[in-house]
């Protein structure tokens, strides 16, 4: 079996981001980081959601967040979004 | 005649179908994947000597794919092996789709990136240089809009230059250390690949990438390269994404866009009263129509068949068809839809007269609401609550398409991520969702007893659905699958696709559907004419009677609901039922136990065991609602 459901980090040092979940309304921040296994990686890139891009986040409920990316909106619901380290 | 094969691939909700259509028109073959369900559209045009087949498969957002629609969307590039593929993508949010432009280059066919919607991309202030997009991708760019029509025909000739030249498209380089695993690997597997060999950089790819597919080969790989995979995967994706970003800073200016929510959209994502209301405004859509088209579109036709059809049909059959067996089969014994069930007149009337009329209106509705971008809310919104069930919120789509037919829906749950979301929305489709031919016999029967009844119906369903999901999703394993979905700009939905997409449902009917219906009536006449179903209703007696307090025939009611429920539920009309009666017979024959094609397609999508468990689950709920029922209604 091949190593695909290790968690992945992206980058060593993300001492001053925290996780999109804790993310508030209507703050733009960056992707530093993406916490997860490989295929919700895979699927978080596939839609546009990568280290180094800018993200808008429109709602942060109970279970889902909505965020803006490169001028579409994307619901992701908590748990993914916890994994989605960002910083201001 | 020269024949080319042209896929399009892109992205959910870019535009694709309208591509589609405005290339090949509005009639086109809609065909299920060989082994599959997935439907897969083709057009056919013909410009001089060749023959252009374009086929448009389920929307993707990765070449590696995360569920059984993306993973057929990429079976039809390998498998037919077409001879250019057109990446629809959108000009307003060019980034986010330039990563599936470079897995696709990986195949190494001819590729030609369109970018739809270019003229609200203009509007919005996002300026493209094309010239420069082509230089560092290496392929042909078109600009276009389906609405407008601008760059179909540009395409076209693209393509037709293309095959002249028949120059191939590169893939895109990465640096050297991910480079070398990916040759090794290619090295490796090469040779097991069979008519894939073409592709085998592509192919090894997605094994670094964990593409469950092809994990199969990794055997074939040495260990001291599999060590390294974990962590080329995570490079590879970084890399394309570091490609992208650079190719984007090049090619695209782009003015900071302030994208807002519509206060309806606020509402939607509240935790508990936006599902509700989410769901409720979908339903009012489908249902205030429904009672429209119910009051003018169905008394038009009705009047067609009591004054034309029925008249003409029995004399017709009376004058040829002298044996009195056949022609009860074919006629019924005495005039009126219920009184007697003929193939020919209460058969023709619940198919053409009945179902079809409704259900194209249905389907042009949803057609609307999912072009409009309504559909992937109502999910967002529902996730909190479909969570509950053990579900994503993506899961309510198929359950929204089951209430057209639970064939649909349960083939629909393909685009589901998970395993456990999917055997449960069908089985809530199966169980507590009438499909919409039973729901218009449904206003028709309790209907003549009240609004109140109906809506009583639709209550029982909802806490029955309820305690039945919490059940099943305690008793099927596995995780609750997340939500990841792109909620597109809404649009004004375009008619000729919304027009494509209903005629190739209503065909799927007319082929699936009605042939059922026709058979259900010619068993349930049979059974009746030759006392078959006397013997049944006795049989059936101590339960139809002393535990739901129906009146014996019901059982035949409920056997034929097997076989089709609307026919079921039609015959009930016959019957002489009270008010609660009629209510405890729809409730039982609801939920009891499902159609035989949703029987079927459960079967083949899922384990028999896990059929067997829903069989059992939907007779234990039905008669604990019933017996309830009969204890609350009629003493």
């Known amino acids: 079996m091949l190593e695909n459901d290790i968690g992945i980090h992206t980058h060593g040092d993300v001492g001053s981001g925290h996780s999109l979940v804790d993310a508030r309304e209507n703050r733009e921040v960056t992707v530093l980081d993406l916490v997860c296994d490989l295929s919700v990686f895979r699927s978080l890139i596939s839609i546009g959601i990568s280290p180094g891009r800018k993200i808008r986040i429109l709602i942060n409920r109970k279970k889902v967040v909505l965020v803006v990316v490169d001028n579409s909106i994307i619901a992701l619901s908590k748990d993914i979004a916890s994994g989605v380290i960002v910083g201001e | ?635």
């Open chain 2, 1 to 635: 005649m020269r024949e080319i094969k042209v896929v399009l691939f892109g992205h959910p909700n870019v535009g694709k179908s309208s591509i589609f259509t405005s290339m090949t028109g509005l009639f086109v073959e809609v065909s299920n994947y060989p082994g599959t369900t997935v439907e897969i559209y083709r057009g056919y045009i013909k410009r001089g000597d060749t023959r252009f087949i374009v086929i448009d498969v389920p929307g993707a957002f990765s070449i590696v794919p995360s569920t059984t629609a993306e993973d057929i969307a990429r079976r039809v590039i390998l498998e037919e092996q077409p001879d250019i593929i057109i990446h629809i993508a959108d000009a307003t949010s060019i980034r986010r789709h330039l990563y599936l432009t470079v897995e696709l280059l990986d195949f190494g066919i001819p590729l030609i990136l369109v970018l739809n919607q270019i003229d609200r991309a203009r509007e919005l202030g996002i300026e493209i240089d094309r010239e420069k997009l082509e230089r560092e991708l290496n392929i042909p760019v078109i600009l276009a809009s389906a609405i407008t029509g601008e760059g179909i025909e540009d395409l076209m000739e693209k393509i037709s230059e293309i095959i002249k030249t028949e120059k191939t498209a590169t893939y895109v380089r990465l640096s050297g250390s991910v480079e070398s695993t990916i040759r090794d690997v290619q090295h490796s597997i090469e040779g097991h690949l069979n008519n894939y060999r073409r592709f085998s950089r592509a192919i090894a790819s997605w094994i670094i990438l964990g593409d469950e597919k092809y994990q199969h080969l990794s055997r074939y790989i040495p260990e001291k390269i599999k060590n390294k995979l974990g962590e080329t995967a995570k490079t590879i994706m970084l890399e394309r994404i570091k490609y992208v970003d650079r190719i984007y800073k090049k090619c695209i200016k782009s003015q900071q866009m302030e994208v807002k929510l519509r206060r309806m959209e606020y509402v939607m994502m509240k935790p508990l009263y936006g599902t509700f209301f989410a769901v409720g405004i979908t339903f009012l859509i489908i249902w205030g129509v429904l009672a429209i088209i119910h009051e003018i579109g169905h008394r038009i036709p009705s009047i067609f068949y009591y004054n034309y059809y029925d008249p003409y049909v029995r004399a017709l059959i009376n004058s040829i068809i002298k044996n009195e067996f056949i022609r009860n089969i074919l006629i019924g014994e005495k005039p009126g839809i219920y009184s007697s069930l003929g193939i020919l007149t209460t058969g023709v009337f619940f198919v053409f007269f009945m179902i079809l009329p409704t259900m194209f209106v249905i389907y042009i509705i949803m057609g609307i609401l999912e072009d409009l971008g309504f559909i992937p809310r109502v999910v967002a919104s529902c996730h909190n609550c479909m969570r509950h069930l053990g579900m994503s919120g993506d899961a309510i789509i198929p359950i929204i398409t089951g209430t057209g037919c639970s064939i649909v829906g349960i083939l629909s749950s393909r685009t589901l991520r998970s395993e456990k979301s999917r055997v449960l929305s069908s089985f809530i489709q199966v169980f507590g969702v009438p499909c919409i031919a039973q729901q218009i016999m449904i206003w028709a029967l309790l209907g003549k007893y009240g609004a109140f009844y109906v809506f009583m119906l639709y209550l029982i369903l909802v806490i029955s659905i309820s305690f039945a999901g919490l059940l099943a999703s305690h008793l099927i394993p596995g995780d609750t699958a997340f939500l990841l979905i792109e909620l597109p700009a809404w649009r004004k939905p375009k008619m000729n696709n919304v027009l494509k997409k209903a005629i190739a449902r209503m065909k799927s009917f007319l082929i699936n559907g009605v042939p059922l219906v026709f058979l259900g009536i010619l068993v349930l006449n049979i059974m009746y004419y030759t006392g078959t179903a006397l013997i049944i209703a006795k049989f059936f007696e101590p339960i139809i009677s002393g535990l739901f307090g129906l009146p014996s025939e019901t059982a035949l009611a409920l056997i034929i609901s097997i076989l089709r429920k609307d026919v079921a539920v039609g015959i009930l009309g016959g019957y002489r039922l009270t008010a609660s009666q009629a209510l405890i017979a729809v409730t039982l024959i609801t939920l009891y136990f499902p159609c035989i094609g949703s029987l079927l397609i459960f079967l083949s999508e899922f384990r028999p065991k896990r059929t067997a468990l829903i069989i059992l689950l939907m007779l234990g709920f039905s008669t604990i609602i019933g017996l309830l029922l009969r204890v609350i209604l009629i003493h």
